[in-house]
């Protein structure tokens, strides 16, 4: 039972934060939503957030869809099945990607961040790490294996 009320919670906190204008993630979309599912050209899919308009940093996007996706499957991973809070998160990911797609178009990259980041928060155990770092030119993969 409290396994399929963490679910309905977060497909529903999920639904009203990307859908409703007038809501609290509403309010910070900058593109309404047209009706038409279109991906993101590349040339537009920055691997970081750069809005000189709006905001006045150079966020790390794509660092934060993994490391994001990682956090939440490790805090599912406490109130359920490692393999079912990583489904979760996935879908939770897809259907934000899909409310992109309406709006400025999905990204194949936010896609792949947020699959690394499932994997990461599945696949790390005491041996096995996989995390991400970012500095102001790159966002770094990292991979490591205890040999203890």
Known sequence: M???LLIFTAIILTVVLTTADTCAFGKFQTYPKDGHFKQLPGSRDYWYFIDQNNWYIKAPD???HMMGCYLFSEVGDQFMDKYL??????G???YKEYDDG???GWS????LMNTFGVFAGIA???KYHFWMDWDEGAVILNFSISLR
């Open 85 to 90: 809070a990583g489904a979760v998160v996935f």
């Open 124 to 126: 790390n155990t005491d």
């Open 62 to 64: 794509k660092f934060q």
């Open 92 to 94: 939770v990911g897809l």
């Open 108 to 111: 194949p990259r936010d896609l």
């Open 2 to 4: 409290k396994k399929i």
């Open 102 to 104: 309406m709006r400025e």
